[in-house]
Antibody, heavy 118, light 107 residues
Framework: EVQLVESGGGLVQPGRSLKLSCAAS????????MAWVRQAPTKGLEWVAS????????YYRDSVKGRFTISRDNAKSSLYLQMDSLRSEDTATYYC???????????WGQGTLVTVSS | DIQMTQSPASLSASLGETVTIECRAS??????LAWYQQKPGKSPQLLIY???SLHTGVPSRFSGSGSGTQYSLKINSLQSEDVASYFC?????????FGAGTKLELK
């Protein structure tokens, strides 16, 4: 059974950093693109970033480019999101997600809440 | 960026009814479209990919159709467990973009 378990969320002040982690199990991690999708409270879904099988290619939405870094450790079956210079508009539940192809998201974690506030 | 315009924003329907949700892309996305269901307090669940392919384990009352810029999700014979929000997503180009969502309630 595919499992994705996020951790690392919490309350952080604007301008500070936070690193999210996602522990994957139940599938061959290195065979899957991985992604982070976020959802602000009571809002819709927003794709944040994706990373290729070996981490050689990464993709970001414009609003996080230069501030967020997606990475992976295939030996540990883990996905990460380093978030720097956080803003109030980054407040959201962050989901770790993947699928059989790099395009749609068949598997989702339970999400971890990031609150950016002073 | 490709904009996804989803309609309606909310929908009220009766048990057993057929419901249709629409998504319009700002440019041709060549069937690069997925549909998700999200129940309150839960993570999204994939329903449809490639515009019309049913994801494993999804009931056959859900179906997707469309091409070019216009796509739709149809739910036949609405069940109580279908009460949820529904989102479309295009993956033809980065950045991947989602529709704003449709909240489906029972009448």
């Amino acid at each position: 059974e595919v499992q994705l378990v996020e951790s690392g969320g919490g309350l952080v002040q604007p301008g500070r950093s936070l690193k999210l982690s996602c522990a994957a199990s139940g599938f061959t991690f290195s065979d899957y693109y991985m992604a982070w999708v976020r959802q602000a409270p009571t809002k819709g879904l927003e794709w944040v970033a994706s990373i290729s099988y070996d981490g050689g290619s990464t993709y970001y939405r414009d609003s996080v480019k230069g501030r967020f870094t997606i990475s992976r450790d295939n030996a540990k079956s883990s996905l990460y999101l380093q978030m720097d210079s956080l803003r109030s508009e980054d407040t959201a539940t962050y989901y770790c997600t993947t699928g059989a192809a790099p395009y749609w998201f068949a598997y989702w974690g339970q999400g971890t809440l990031v609150t950016v506030s002073s | 960026d490709i904009q996804m315009t989803q309609s309606p924003a909310s929908l009220s329907a009766s048990l057993g009814e057929t419901v249709t949700i629409e998504c319009r892309a700002s440019e041709d996305i060549y069937n690069g479209l997925a549909w998700y269901q999200q129940k309150p307090g839960k993570s999204p669940q994939l329903l449809i990919y490639n515009a019309n392919s049913l994801h494993t384990g999804v009931p056959s009352r859900f179906s997707g159709s469309g091409s070019g810029t216009q796509y739709s999700l149809k739910i036949n014979s609405l069940q109580s467990e279908d009460v949820a929000s529904y989102f479309c997503q295009q993956y033809y180009n980065y950045p991947y973009t989602f529709g704003a969502g449709t909240k489906l309630e029972l009448k």
